[in-house]
């Protein structure tokens, strides 16, 4: 790093530490939470070629990150095409797979694990991935479900694992999906390769990155990845026992890997996207249940270990906040999409900092006067404490307006410096 960036860069990760701890900054900053299409868009670059092409991809980024002010470089929440490409992956479809060049990419929802299956799925959690859910959610890897693989203690030892276990892996359905991983694994390192030059050639201009890596909390991997909000809900009435026994196990593979993270990507916030907690989709008595023990449990275990979390709170959360009390003074970074402005400064304004909430609306299809408006409202409620940090709702929109973009920083220079 130069001198000047270095600086900066400690002086940025220094405000945000000392929001969250809720110590007054010396300004209110701008921390967009993730980024997917917005830097390509304004460059006249397709959405095809920012799934593909990954260099391209994070040289937007950073213009962006310089040209909108902001003071932070967004994570990028787009992942590698050539990989879901590789995979032949049906639960994603991307531009440049079967979407149009400049389409969003999408997340197809389905029961790719049955209600009958708790049991299995619980007996043997990694079997049953390997041989039911790969096969479901990548056509690829579908001979994976095609050959009757026994379980893996029977080749705990060379007998087996090379007449067994070699004839399996020499099956043609089997090599087609190991070779399909191993595609998806070089597409990965590619992008990965270029995220990683990105991360230091930002770091050395003084921006730090937002977050590390996103970790699911246990119920929304359930809903969103095992059973769909269908079955999820369905489950709370009919299969409740298993539902929360399943919950509790996936709990303790994502509080795993959210320290494995922490530790690989030297990040200490980690991104918690929250899909299923808004209030609208649960009674409070089924969230006390189903949902807020594990949430809470992961963000605990975050904290306990050094970490900073950074929960996305999608959709509203004003019948949620009581809850949210209950973590410590000055350990979360909560970043909200919906919620009660003057409701949030009453219950959590001595626990918690308030990142975010610039509508999506707003910076899509609303003014810069508008934005200088929502922030001005922001900047005064919060300002006597200054725990504050400005982004939208929801990271940086994919077809918010460049004008208004550049309006929220003139918004934080002129209203946000204390």
């Known amino acids: 790093m130069s001198s000047t960036g270095e600086e900066l860069y400690k002086q940025r990760e220094q405000r945000f530490n000392d929001i969250v701890a809720l110590r007054r900054p010396d300004r209110v900053p701008i921390v967009p939470h993730v980024i997917h299409y917005f830097a390509t868009k304004v460059k006249g670059i397709s959405n095809r070629d920012a799934g593909y092409d990954h260099k391209l991809h994070y040289d937007a980024i950073k213009e962006a990150t310089i040209r909108f002010g902001w003071d932070f470089t967004p994570t990028n929440g787009m992942f590698a095409a050539d990989g879901y490409e590789a995979l032949g992956t049906t639960q994603l479809r991307w531009p440049g797979g079967d979407l149009a060049d400049d389409a969003s990419f999408q997340f197809v929802e389905g029961e790719y694990m049955k209600a009958d299956e708790y049991d299995e799925f619980l007996a043997d959690p990694n079997g049953f991935t390997l041989t039911r859910i790969f096969p479901r959610i990548a056509g690829n890897l579908e001979g994976l479900g095609q050959v009757p693989f026994p379980p893996l203690y029977w080749l705990a030892n ?3 694992l090379m007449n067994v276990g070699g004839p399996l892996l020499a099956a043609p359905p089997v090599r087609k999906a190991l070779e399909s991983l191993l595609a998806m694994s070089d597409a990965v390192a590619g992008y990965f390769a270029a995220d990683a030059a990105n991360a230091q050639e930002m770091a050395a201009l003084g921006y730090p990155r937002t977050w590390g890596a996103p970790i699911i909390p246990a119920f929304d991997m359930v809903s969103d990845m095992f059973r769909s909000l269908r079955g999820s809900t369905l489950d709370m009435y009919r299969h409740p026992e298993q539902l929360l026994k399943t919950i509790d196990l996936v709990q303790q593979g994502q509080i795993a890997l959210a320290m494995m993270v922490m530790q690989v990507t030297g990040n200490p916030r980690v991104f918690i996207p929250m899909h299923r907690g808004a ?82 609306s707003i910076l899509c299809t609303g003014t810069p006067r508008q934005v200088k408006d929502d922030v001005k409202e922001l900047v005064d409620l919060f300002g006597d404490t200054g725990a504050l940090m400005l982004d939208s709702g929801l990271g940086v929109p994919d077809e918010a307006r460049p004008e208004n973009m550049l309006a929220l920083r003139e918004a934080a220079d002129e209203f946000g410096v204390f």
Not at 292 to 320: H, N
Not at 346 to 358: I, Y
């Open 158 to 160: 060379t007998y087996y």
């Open 279 to 360: 209030g609208g989709f649960m009674s409070d008595e089924q969230f006390e249940t189903f949902y807020w023990p594990s949430f809470k449990g992961l963000v605990m275990a975050i904290i306990e270990a050094g970490g900073v979390p950074s929960p996305l709170f999608e959709g509203d959360y004003t019948p949620r906040l009581k809850y949210l009390a209950e973590f410590p003074a000055g350990k979360v970074a909560g970043h909200f999409d919906k919620v009660d402005r003057k409701v949030f400064k009453e219950v959590l304004g001595d626990k918690m900092c308030f990142w975010g909430n610039v509508p999506v």
